[in-house]
């Protein structure tokens, strides 16, 4: 009963003290000239416009799709046949990023006005990964391409690739979707792309001990991945992280097309 009582004095306490100073607010708002009063609202009001417009302005900016993976996985066929709906036969290992801004191949024929993307496709080999961080900041979604024929083989270096895209700071801040693409599913040999996603996820789990064991030593990732304690799984992720297939080769990349256009709005 004793500390209800006092509770009571010390909120009496308070609602004095708030009303004190709501009063004295306004008689020194009173004594303010009015011109100073609507000038110092005016400027109050444009600035928050103004930020909020550069928030938007930023938001509609980002056009950029960036195609990254392994060395061999396809990605500049994909970019050829998202580029020109063709997959311009015998591509040789990238020495340089490929970038290019267009209306996708398929949206040519439309008449509305489209919204051309911005795509860059950065080559896979470990030489030129680096940079891969001048690409990422800027992208509306990235496209993790992978080889879906000589997966087994492969499954390590992509994995240990991905864990390094979904751990960096500018992707995990900015939130950007992963979508991981099982290519050349034109060959039956080609795996599906559920079982693509677990192994992928058994392998990031093995990853994840090794490093954070590494990252006690200081040579830390920008981020963790996963739940303590839990199986990795990309449902996990900061990022939204989806699988599809396709195939750069035959020219079936409407699930990567749908991805684009998710996040890059026509
Ligand atoms: N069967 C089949 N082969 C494909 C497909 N996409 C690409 N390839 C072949 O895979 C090889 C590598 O393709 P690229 O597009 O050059 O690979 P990349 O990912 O750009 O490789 P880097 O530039 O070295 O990073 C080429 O011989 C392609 O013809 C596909 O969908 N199906
Ligand atoms: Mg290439």
Known sequence: MEGTEEWKTQLEAWKNQLEK???????YSQQIPPIQ????ITILLFTTLLLLLIRVFKRVKS?????????GSGKTVIFYQLRDGSSHEGTVTSMEPNEDTFVLHSETAKRAKIKPVHLVDVPGHARLRPKLDE?????????FVVDAVEFLLNCRAASEYLYDILTKASVVKKKIPVLIL??????VTAHSKEFIRKQMEKEID???ASRSAISEADIANDFTLGVAGEAFSFSHCYNKVTVAEASGLTGEISQVEQFIREYIKP
Do not use: H, M
Request: overall charge positive; glycine content about 8%; some cysteine.
């Open 21 to 27: 100073w709501l009063n004295q607010g306004i008689e």
């Open 37 to 40: 009063l609507y000038a110092a």
């Open 63 to 71: 056009s950029t799709i960036v195609l990254t993976g392994l060395s």
């Open 135 to 143: 690409f990422l900041p800027q992208a509306a979604g990235i496209v």
């Open 182 to 187: 099982c290519n050349k599913t034109d060959k």
């Open 206 to 208: 093995k990853l994840r």
